[in-house]
């Protein structure tokens, strides 16, 4: 027995069996967010100024330069999951739906990949490209 309705079942619609995983990966990337910005916020706050030099030095440090990648691409991961919803939600053209899932999704990666680049680059100091 299906509690399914026979249009349901004409149509093709039901559960798609995506929402969990992406469910969950709000959660995670929500809580992983906490401590990342707690140090964060406590570390930037530790500094003496904010200046080139004092930024640069405190980033040298591997395990801070580590946790600053790690809260770029978290931070930027969860925001992507939260605009996939409403978009979801809310677009309802399929083509407008499709062209601004890709669109999202190439701006994320864009986004994310300058600040890791940005960070990556105080770090090692390239002076030019």
């Known amino acids: 027995m ?3 309705s ?3 079942q004409a149509l093709g619609l039901g559960s798609a069996q995506d929402g969990t995983g992406h469910w969950w990966a709000q959660r995670v990337t929500s ?3 906490i401590p990342l910005t707690l140090w964060f916020l406590f570390s930037l706050l530790s500094l003496p100024s904010f200046d080139y030099d004092t930024v640069r030095t405190w980033l040298a440090v591997p395990f801070t330069a580590f946790l600053a990648v790690l809260l770029v691409a978290v931070t930027s991961y969860h925001s992507y999951l939260g605009t996939i919803v409403i978009v979801e939600d809310y677009v309802h053209t399929s083509g407008m739906k499709i062209l601004s899932l890709m669109m999202l999704r190439f701006m ?3 986004a994310g990949g300058a600040g890791i680049f940005a960070i990556l680059r105080l770090v090692f100091g390239f002076s030019k490209l």
């Open 2 to 4: 299906s509690l399914r």
């Open 6 to 8: 026979p249009l349901s």
């Open 31 to 33: 809580i992983a967010l």
């Open 108 to 110: 994320y990666v864009l």
